[in-house]
Structure formats: structure tokens, C-alpha cells
């Protein structure tokens, strides 16, 4: 399995937490509250964590081959929910 971590500077972290989680609800399993989400996607997992300032977003690929397209399907998506905002995704890959 591989892994990537980005953490997002923003105070609207729990709304696109919550934004994603929704949206995708309707095709993969998601738990999710205000602070957490887990989706489970069919070639990995997305952990979202959201602190007042910041949104920590956890990647784990089941091949290492899918992580980038891992990582470039989530940032597109909190990027459309997040118009307004100019977010930049620094993604720090490690295996796990």
C-alpha cells in the first residue's frame, strides 16, 4: 500500500470535508461527521481530517500505481467545491 498526505490551509475545511463525503456517498461507502470522513473508492481509501484553520487529506493506494491518480481525483473535486478559495495541494507521498 502507498500513502499520501496533503494539508490545506483553510477555515472551511469541515464544509468541503462534509462536501465530498456527501457527494460521494452515493456511489462508495463514506462515514463522515464534522471533524472525520473515511471513503472508501475502489482502488484505495481518502481520510479527511478538518481542524478551525487546516483540512488533512490521507490517501492509501492499494497499488502504488493508482496513488497519483488518487490524489488528482480528490484535489479536482475539493477544488470545485472550494471556487472561491485558491488551494494548493502538497501532496507527501511514503509506503506504507
Not at 71 to 92: G, Q
Amino acid at each position: 500500500m502507498a500513502t499520501s498526505t496533503s494539508t490545506l490551509e483553510t477555515a472551511n475545511g469541515s464544509r468541503y470535508l462534509q462536501q465530498l463525503c456527501k457527494h460521494w456517498s452515493h456511489k462508495f461507502t463514506v462515514d463522515f461527521d464534522s471533524k472525520q470522513g473515511t471513503i472508501e473508492l475502489p482502488t484505495g481509501v481518502c481520510m479527511l481530517d478538518a481542524a478551525p484553520s487546516q483540512l488533512v487529506i490521507k490517501v492509501d493506494a492499494q497499488e502504488a500505481t493508482n496513488l497519483g491518480k488518487l490524489e488528482e481525483v480528490v484535489a479536482d473535486h475539493i477544488k470545485r467545491f472550494a471556487f472561491k478559495e485558491d488551494l494548493s495541494f502538497h501532496w507527501k507521498r511514503s509506503a506504507a
